[in-house]
């Protein structure tokens, strides 16, 4: 595990968004620990989330056009990696969608930078793919074509069929799919830090029926 995995992990536990309990998914799977980036709530957290997510980018070479964020999480998220961005002199256009379509004012499901060219979406987790594929419907809706997805973390399971969620995405659209850190590493750091130990063989087990 890369020391920048590790800070990142120890932060998303100090500020609760990592949790380990009973959740239910959007998948409708009732996980054994979930990551709610919505607790990533002040300026401070912010501001560190969004150098990890613009480093993400940095390390991975993405070539892009514009960034996405689905609503609601990914709003803030793509909102403040591309002025993190920016703040390293690489400022890019960002958009981002309404759940519900707005019929005044404006009107559409889209605000920001008009959806064009390469699209880099910038969400929280993937788990069996539904918000990505929804994402890139509306970007092909709108003439462009996606070009990556960022998130910070891979759950590493099962989309539809036997490949993981990312791998079935990555295939099917042609594309990469870039994280800051993947289960695997957070079952490593729990199995070696006895704080957090005892929540290892649920997340084990939950990866057995789940994962890839
Ligand atoms: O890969 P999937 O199975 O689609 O699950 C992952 C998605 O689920 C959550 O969003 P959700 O739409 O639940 O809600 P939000 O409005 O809180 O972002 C999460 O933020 C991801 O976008
Ligand atoms: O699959 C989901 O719904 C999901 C998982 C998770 O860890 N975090 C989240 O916000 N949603």
């Known amino acids: 595990m890369h020391d920048y995995q590790q800070k990142f992990i120890e932060f ?6 990592l949790r380990f309990g ?46 996405f964020g689905p609503a609601y999480k990914g709003i803030p998220l793509a909102t403040v990696t591309a002025m993190a961005l920016a703040k390293e002199g690489k400022s890019k256009p960002f958009a981002f969608n309404r759940k519900e379509k ?11 930078a008009p959806l064009q060219g390469k699209v880099l979406i910038v969400d929280d987790v993937i788990t069996a793919g539904t918000a990505i594929r929804e994402s890139i419907d509306l970007i092909r809706a709108s003439g462009a074509e996606p070009a990556g997805v960022l998130i ?23 594309i990469p799919v870039v994280s800051i850190i993947r289960l695997e590493q957070v079952l490593d750091y729990l199995k070696t830090n006895p704080e957090f130990s005892g929540h290892a063989a649920k997340v084990a087990s939950y990866r057995e029926r789940y994962g890839v």
Request: proline share 1%.
């Open 12 to 17: 998303a536990i100090r500020r609760n968004v």
């Open 22 to 67: 009973d959740f239910t998914l959007k998948s409708g799977r009732t996980s054994p620990y979930f990551f709610n980036a919505g607790l990533f709530n002040t300026g401070g957290d912010l501001l560190q989330l969004s150098q990890a997510y613009a480093a993400a980018i940095d390390r991975s070479g993405l070539d892009y056009d514009i960034i």
């Open 102 to 112: 707005k019929d005044h004012g404006e009107g559409g499901n889209i605000v920001g």
């Open 152 to 174: 910070a973390l891979d759950r590493q399971e099962r989309g539809n069929g036997e490949l993981s969620a990312i791998q079935e995405v990555e295939s099917e659209f042609g």
